[in-house]
DNA sequence: AATTATGTTGCTAT
DNA sequence: CATAGCAACATAAT
C-alpha cells in the first residue's frame, strides 16, 4: 500500500537491481497485470533508468517504459518464493511482482504515450511533486483552484498533488493543525505553506524508517508488534496533546484527527 | 459474519 | 461542470 516515500524507496531498489542492465527474460503469471504479450517487446532493451511520478514506477528501456502502479499491496522483491504476478530476470538475478491483493496493475507503453492523457491512468495529469522540495503555497493554492471540497479530499486527488495517500494526508493535516474537514478553497497562503511544509516533512519521515531490502508497510505479516510510527494516524491518543482521538469517513476512506490539536469539530 | 485495509476508476445522483 | 457516494477490483486479518 505504498504512498510516494515507499515507491521512492521502490525506485531506489529497482535502480540498483535493474539498472544498466537488459533485460533476459520477463514471464507473466497473471495477466490482470499487464495485457498479455506485452512482455515481448522488453527482453534485450537496457534500463537507462528508474523514475517515479507520484506512486507510479518508470522503468525506462530503451524503446518503452514499463510502468508499474503497486495500488495497495504491490511490491517488487528478490525471487523469495512468494507467488508472483510477474517475474523479470535481469542482471543474473530474479524479481516478482508480489501483490496479495492483486490490485496492482502494469503497463508497457513507447516513451512518447507516457503524456497521452488516457493511456495509464492519471499518470499524464499528475499534479506537482510535493518531495524532496516542499510545494509552494501559491502553487498548492492554485492546483486547488478554489475547490469547496474538503482539503482531505482535495489531498488525496493526485491531480492536486502527486503521491500523497490516506496516511500522509492525515499525518500532514495534524502537523500543519489544519481540520481535515476544512473547505480546501477557504484555507489561507499562511496555512497552505504550513501544509506544503508538513507534507514533504512527512515524506520524508516515513522514507527514514524505510530501509532493508524490502518496503516495509504498516500492515505486512511480521510488523502487527511494531510501534505506530505515525503521530495520529491509528491513534487512540493523540500524541501531542492527549486527546481522544476521532475519525470520520471522507471520500471512503478513513480520517484520523485530533479535535483538540486540528482546530476542533465542525 | 461483518468490517476494515498506505488505491484508483467508473457510474450515478444531485 | 463540480461534487458526493458507492460499487468494483481481490485478499487477508480482526
Not at 510502468?67 to 542482471?91: E, N, W, Y
Not at 492483486?102 to 497521452?116: I, Q
Not at 492525515?170 to 474537514?181: I, K, Q, T, V, Y
Amino acid at each position: 500500500m505504498p504512498e510516494l516515500p515507499e515507491v521512492e524507496f521502490a525506485r531506489r531498489q529497482v535502480a540498483a537491481w535493474f539498472g544498466g542492465h537488459r533485460v533476459d527474460e520477463i514471464v507473466l503469471h497473471d495477466e490482470r497485470l499487464l495485457a498479455h504479450g506485452a512482455t515481448a517487446r522488453l527482453i534485450g532493451q537496457r534500463v537507462n533508468a528508474v523514475e517515479r511520478r507520484g506512486k507510479f514506477l518508470l522503468v525506462r528501456l530503451e524503446e518503452h517504459t514499463l510502468v508499474l502502479h503497486f495500488k495497495m499491496t504491490g511490491k517488487v522483491v528478490p525471487q523469495d518464493g512468494r507467488r508472483a504476478r510477474m517475474t523479470v530476470s535481469i542482471g543474473g538475478g530474479l524479481y516478482d511482482f508480489v501483490d496479495t491483493r492483486r490490485l496492482g496493475k502494469a503497463w508497457v507503453v513507447e516513451h512518447d504515450a507516457l503524456d497521452d492523457a488516457t493511456v495509464v491512468g492519471v499518470l499524464a495529469r499528475l499534479g506537482p511533486e510535493p518531495w524532496p522540495v516542499p510545494l509552494e503555497a501559491g502553487v498548492l493554492h492554485a492546483q486547488l483552484g478554489g475547490t469547496r471540497r474538503a482539503i482531505k479530499v482535495a489531498l488525496l486527488d493526485q491531480e492536486v498533488v502527486a503521491g500523497v495517500g490516506n496516511i500522509i494526508a492525515a499525518e500532514s493535516l495534524w502537523r500543519a493543525g489544519l481540520n481535515p474537514a476544512s473547505r480546501a478553497g477557504d484555507l489561507t497562503q499562511a496555512q497552505l505553506g504550513t501544509l506544503c511544509d508538513a507534507i514533504c516533512a512527512v515524506c520524508e519521515s516515513v522514507l527514514a524508517v524505510e530501509v532493508g531490502e524490502e518496503i516495509a508497510y504498516l500492515n505486512d505479516p511480521g510488523r502487527g508488534e511494531a510501534p505506530n510510527p505515525f503521530f495520529v494516524y491509528q491513534r487512540d491518543a493523540c500524541t501531542s496533546c492527549g486527546a481522544a482521538i476521532e475519525r470520520l469517513t471522507q471520500a471512503g476512506r478513513t480520517t484520523y484527527w485530533c479535535p483538540t490539536c486540528q482546530g476542533g469539530r465542525r
